[in-house]
């Protein structure tokens, strides 16, 4: 006589209210949250799945899609909570907005549109080739984060909510008029160190811009397979990925160096508190992913830092 199968019965509550939204009765014990979350959108049909945060404790962490409902630390009458995560939008159009908006923006500040300046027809470029320079790695920057969106990164979450996207264009877009605005002005002023100081910043962005990359395709490499399942990203052949060695976030470092050399090489103020709030956000996520490694794994590498080699 084959053993008789246990059900689960499963209790979703507001995360604020505490009051009971939805009672699932007969819940299979090998059913996942992803299962949990599409018979909560039966009950409610305008909280699609993506909208959905279920925890485990009011002011926890959102539950994965793939976590099983009989591993979890709950009885046979399983209490979750439920929270509206907003409106939401897929991961690549967050990126291509995102993205878009500076390339075309800092555009029209380079060509020196007659509305931006109150310039007449006679000025419409600068003398100094320095210019024409950052134009180019700030368009390449973003023209590559763009394709890596596109053909290169794999997220493990399917969308974010519109609110963040709104907050994140007004932040890349309103920096990019800033900077484009002093660094294509008719009276900016090249750097201190001339040539030298340029060439010695392109050669330092072009180098944070391929390890930036080459540490993205090492990444998108673990999930080949579409697997969400975390795993420790170890450097590979390609010297760019080495920095693995001392690091848990090689693309945030050289993301950083990449601007870092963009200040150097353009001698401008605001491109250097930009350089700076980066570095802050950053290294924020960096240590984020870095302690999640650390209690996901016990094996995982003890000489590795955040953000900065034996550093931060």
Same mark, same amino acid.
């Given at each position: ?76 009458? +399983? ?21 878009? $908006? ?31 320079? +950052? ?22 979450? $399917? ?14 877009? $309103?920096? +990019? ?33 391929? $390890? ?45 160096? +990449? ?54």
């Amino acid at each position: 006589m084959g053993s008789r199968v246990t059900f689960f019965e499963v209790e979703i509550l507001d995360w604020k209210t505490k009051q009971q939204l939805c009672f699932l009765d007969k819940v299979e014990p090998c059913a996942t949250i992803s299962d949990i979350r599409l018979m909560f959108h039966k009950s409610y049909p305008k909280w699609y799945p993506a909208r959905q945060s279920i925890r485990l404790d009011p002011k926890g962490k959102s539950l994965r899609d793939e976590e099983i409902l009989q591993h979890l630390p709950v009885g046979t009458t +399983a209490t979750l909570y439920f929270k509206d995560l907003g409106p939401q939008i897929g991961w690549t159009m967050v990126f291509l907005t995102e993205y878009a $908006g500076p390339l075309f923006i800092y555009f029209l500040f380079y060509f020196r549109m007659p509305f931006v300046y109150g310039l007449d027809d006679k000025i419409t470029s600068s003398p100094h080739p320095v210019v024409n320079l +950052a134009c180019i790695c700030h368009s390449f920057h973003y023209i590559k984060r763009l394709i890596e969106t596109i053909f290169v990164h794999r997220f493990s979450h $399917g969308t974010m909510p519109l609110r963040n996207i709104i907050k994140n264009c007004f932040y890349y877009w $309103g920096f +990019a008029a800033w900077l484009a605005y002093y660094i294509n002005h008719p009276l900016y002023t090249p750097p201190s160190y001339g040539q030298k100081q340029i060439n010695f910043a392109v050669i330092m962005f072009l180098i944070c811009e391929a $390890g930036n990359f080459s540490i993205h395709v090492a990444l998108s490499d673990l999930r080949r397979d579409g697997s969400k399942i975390r795993k420790i990203p170890y450097p590979t052949k390609n010297p760019f990925t080495w920095l693995f060695f001392f690091v848990s976030c090689p693309n945030y470092t050289y993301e950083v160096g +990449a601007w870092i050399s963009f200040t150097i090489m353009t001698q401008c103020v605001p491109v250097g508190l930009f350089t700076f709030l980066c570095f802050i956000q950053m290294t924020v996520w960096a240590k984020d992913k870095h302690y999640t490694y650390v209690r996901e794994f016990k094996d995982y590498p003890s000489l590795r830092m955040p953000i900065i080699p034996f550093f931060l």
